[in-house]
């Protein structure tokens, strides 16, 4: 099977007024779609800034990340956040002010579903994340920590995105709640064949991972 992200000799350092500090060095490695990945390591391992190379928030200084296998330096990183990978965070990020319904409209909305159109859809996304009808019109501060990593994983979907980039999604939930989320995202991949890559401490994602990445002083 082609690999839905190729990572090729990449290499990111972080530029300050004095140093230059590595975080990814010389890494290569691939992704196939239906798959979990886990992504492991200490802090200050590289992991979370491979996942922000992989999610177009920069460009690697040197090597090449392919989606599909075209470079992502040749996309619009915009649009490639929109439309081809999706990201998920300890803290949720949801708009505060909008609700449930609305933050899963969102993407929708920007890719020209008109508001009618998009609450339909979000509906179903919701539904399939298995949050029931009451929560739509609920903020995110009315939800629980295990409800609004549902709501996040929702919106990622309805971007249309195949690629489900987690970064530590379990980290402010209590153990049972985090289990119920590492379950959600394995049915993604195994049901409907999602890439899902996962930066996690968690040991019992590790676990069920159908692959193990470990990244150390930048180096996987």
């Known amino acids: 099977m082609n690999p839905i992200i190729e990572i090729e000799n990449v290499t990111y350092s972080y530029q300050n007024k004095y140093q230059s500090i590595p975080a990814i060095r010389e890494v290569t490695t691939s992704f196939e779609k239906g798959k979990l990945y886990a992504i492991i390591g200490k802090s200050g391992s590289g992991k979370s800034t491979l996942l922000s190379l992989m999610a177009g928030l920069a460009l690697p200084e040197a090597g090449e990340i392919r989606f599909q296998g075209v470079p992502t330096d040749s996309f619009d990183l915009d649009q490639y956040r929109r439309e081809k990978v999706a990201v998920i965070y300890q803290s949720f990020n949801l708009f505060p002010l909008m609700t449930s319904l609305e933050n899963?409209?969102?993407?929708?909305?920007l890719k020209g579903y008109s508001p009618k159109e998009a609450a339909v859809i979000a509906a179903e996304y919701i539904k399939k994340v298995d949050l029931p009808e009451s929560v739509h019109k609920r903020f995110p501060n009315m939800l629980s920590g295990g409800e609004q990593q549902r709501i996040a994983i929702a919106r990622s979907l309805a971007s249309g995105a195949q690629v489900i980039l987690a970064d530590e999604p379990t980290?402010?939930?209590?153990?049972?709640?985090?289990?119920?989320?590492?379950?959600?995202?394995?049915?993604?991949?195994?049901?409907?064949?999602?890439?899902?890559?996962?930066?996690?401490?968690?040991?019992?994602?590790?676990?069920?991972?159908?692959?193990?990445?470990?990244?150390?002083?930048?180096?996987?």
Request: charged content about 25%.
């Open 104 to 109: 899963v409209c969102y993407p929708l909305e």
């Open 171 to 220: 980290g402010n939930l209590d153990l049972a709640t985090g289990k119920r989320i590492v379950k959600l995202l394995s049915d993604l991949v195994h049901k409907d064949q999602y890439t899902v890559i996962i930066v996690t401490h968690d040991s019992s994602i590790a676990e069920i991972a159908d692959e193990v990445l470990q990244m150390a002083d930048g180096r996987l």
